[in-house]
T-cell receptor, first 113, second 109 residues
């Protein structure tokens, strides 16, 4: 069974631009959660989607948004990028009935210049 | 706000010895406590988890204990091996999952 995949793996943007990251969960997994990882702040929860509905949201500004499609694939969007948004963005998927964060993807490394 | 404190930030252990990492949490409503291992340049991997209605859980060389009254939980790794070298993260979850800052574990030959 294929693992969680994320695209793109690396991305360079400039301040003020917006970016969309994609996450494809393991087949059969309907929960997708997103995380930001930085050396300073560590791992932080962004949001969780289940069956196309946002189930929980972390403490991030409204510039961070996401959605989930009927095939459980998820995207997250960051608008008006700031230098501090440079991070590794990870997604994870879980089976129905499992807690969030069971299987992580490889992440997308976003650099904002 | 909710917080998870993790100690120590760095831990060096002789191969074959045990390692213990401790976490405390602030939200008494937390009911799920996972532990993750992240090797350099790799994705986090869930290695063990425990729910609030259980005091201890063991999986081969890894065990987790939970003290709900004191709001702390610990990861125990016995008979450490070189492949145990990694950063370990604890987390606590009520509706949102909050992570500790991580412990870098070095296994010394």
């Amino acid at each position: 069974k294929a693992g969680v995949t994320q695209t793109p793996r690396y991305l360079i943007k400039t301040r003020g631009q917006q970016v969309t990251l994609s996450c494809s969960p393991i087949s059969g997994h309907r929960s997708v959660s997103w995380y930001q990882q930085t050396p300073g702040q560590g791992l932080q929860f962004l949001f969780e989607y289940f069956s196309e509905t946002q189930r929980n949201k972390g403490n991030f500004p409204g510039r961070f948004s996401g959605r989930q499609f009927s095939n459980s694939r998820s995207e997250m969007n960051v608008s008006t990028l700031e230098l501090g948004d440079s991070a590794l963005y990870l997604c994870a998927s879980s089976l129905p009935g499992q807690e969030v964060g069971q299987f992580f993807g490889p992440g997308t490394r976003l650099t904002v210049l | 706000g909710e917080n998870v404190e993790q100690h120590p930030s760095t831990l060096s252990v002789q191969e074959g010895d045990s390692a213990v990492i401790k976490c405390t949490y602030s939200d008494s409503a937390s009911n799920y406590f996972p532990w993750y291992k992240q090797e350099l340049g790799k994705r986090p991997q869930l290695i063990i988890d425990i729910r609030s209605n259980v005091g201890e859980k063991k999986d081969q060389r890894i065990a987790v204990t939970l003290n709900k009254t004191a709001k702390h939980f610990s990861l125990h790794i016995t008979e450490t091996q070189p492949e145990d070298s990694a950063v370990y993260f604890c987390a606590a979850k009520d509706d949102k999952i909050i992570f500790g800052k991580g412990t870098r574990l070095h296994i010394l030959p």
